[in-house]
């Protein structure tokens, strides 16, 4: 029987953001409250992937109780535009903030990653003040996103945040990373202990529901019954490179294919791509949803899509997978070939694989599937497999709360587990 512990958890995302790390740091740290862990998070107000905050604006900060968990939000700002010396101000701004907040006295420390540089300020203050067992939980990898969208020569500040990332793993006392692949990547290049690396996947978040009512789904969001529609969700961000799926719709509806190509999310790339696909009847954008409305309108596609920028291969394995293997559908993966995206597809046998940055590939797989229905249900019933065997939730938590238990008892004093 293992002896109470307590947890402190930073992150700049949370619920009730839907997209992105935040259903995660939000889900571990409810779980761990409902497993008898004293849990409380440090994180800022919504604003993910929109990149602003409500209209009327937030307070400085707010403590509330959810699901269990104290969470105490301290407002940060926000980037003008989420790239650049812009972002790293914004998280050095959260790091900032969340320093200044009291820490307490927990047997661990959490730090979510992005942002990095939050969590450098972060470890600092849990190394030189509350000297508790770190554990950082790595999302996606900074130095080889730098490395893959970058034009080529690090620049100074490249080599800075490379140099910021590895002194942060090799200084925690645990990194939980969500893929085999970045335990390779954290052990062989930025050259972490591989003793102290776990892996831990990231889960299905949405629940097991009641069918979708798909006529009516696609009713509401006036796609035709005769359309093939494949959806892509999440962030509308640079590495997505979403302009070869507006490509696609051209090509679609120059050629008068039934294939319907429909962009749900938010981004920094929104308006951008609003106005690329101006004129263009194959292509449609529907804004950030809640999971509910979200669940449906997933599940009222056809075939859903991974798309990324070329040159996109490692730096991070897209959180919509999890998803997207919930409902049966056969996903399309446009990506480069060795990617950690198209191995999770092939590993899943869960749909096709195309070369990133090629619409008219894209366009061809849209249409094998739209006519092959007998395939496109097998691949959609692999990743519904997949999903069950591999990303269930349990399978997670149970691994991440015993690496935090043997922390406890190794490093953390359970006799002041109540105070944080």
């Known amino acids: 029987m293992h002896r109470p512990f307590s947890v402190l958890l930073i992150g700049l995302n949370y619920r009730p953001e839907s997209t992105g790390i935040a259903p995660y740091t939000s889900g571990l740290t409810a779980e761990l409250a409902r497993r008898g862990v004293r849990v409380r998070a440090i994180s800022s107000f919504p604003h993910y992937p929109q990149w602003r905050f409500p209209d009327g604006g937030v307070p400085s900060m707010s403590i509330t109780t959810e699901a269990g968990v104290t969470v105490v939000r301290r407002r940060h700002r926000l980037p003008r535009k989420p790239g650049g010396l812009s972002r790293a101000l914004s998280e050095l701004s959260f790091g900032v903030a969340a320093a200044a907040t009291r820490f307490g006295r927990p047997n661990i420390v959490v730090l979510v990653s992005p942002a990095l540089l939050s969590s450098a300020v972060a470890l600092l203050k849990a190394r030189l003040v509350t000297r508790r067992p770190v554990v950082i939980w790595v999302q996606d990898l900074y130095t080889l996103g730098l490395q893959e969208l970058g034009a080529g020569r690090a620049t100074l500040a490249e080599r800075a945040i490379a140099a910021v990332e590895r002194w942060c793993l090799r200084s925690a006392d645990a990194v ?53 529609v494949v959806l892509h969700a999440g962030n509308m961000g640079v590495k997505q490179g979403l302009d070869n799926v507006v490509q696609a719709a051209r090509l679609a509806a120059s050629s008068g294919s039934r294939v319907r190509f429909v962009l749900l999310g ?4 929104r308006e951008h791509l609003a106005e690329l696909s101006a004129g263009v009847p194959a292509v449609s954008m529907i804004g950030s949803l809640p999971d509910d409305e979200f669940r449906n309108a997933i599940g009222a596609a056809d075939a859903l899509l991974v798309n990324e920028r070329r040159g996109v291969a490692g730096m991070a394995v897209p959180s919509k997978l999890t998803s997207y293997f919930s409902t049966g559908l056969p996903v399309i993966a446009a990506t480069d070939p060795g990617s950690v995206t198209e191995s999770e597809v092939l590993l899943a046998d869960a749909g096709l694989v195309v070369p990133a940055g090629n619409p008219q590939a894209l366009l061809e797989a849209a249409e094998s599937l739209a006519g092959d229905a007998e395939l496109a249900a097998e691949f959609g019933e692999n990743g519904r ?11 997670s938590f149970d691994t991440f709360t015993q690496l935090l238990q043997e922390l406890a008892a190794g490093r953390g004093d359970t006799r002041e587990s109540g105070n944080i």
Not at 200 to 222: F, K, M, T, Y
């Open 176 to 228: 939980v990373v969500i893929h085999e692949r970045f335990r390779d990547t954290v052990v062989d290049m930025l050259g972490v202990d591989p003793a102290a690396v776990t892996v831990v996947r990231n889960w299905s978040h949405l629940e097991d529901a009641e069918p979708v009512d798909r006529d009516a789904a696609r009713a509401e969001q006036g796609w035709d019954r005769s359309d093939f």
């Open 385 to 395: 497999r997949f999903r069950a065997t591999r990303l269930t939730p349990r399978a």
């Open 266 to 269: 938010d981004g920094n790339q």
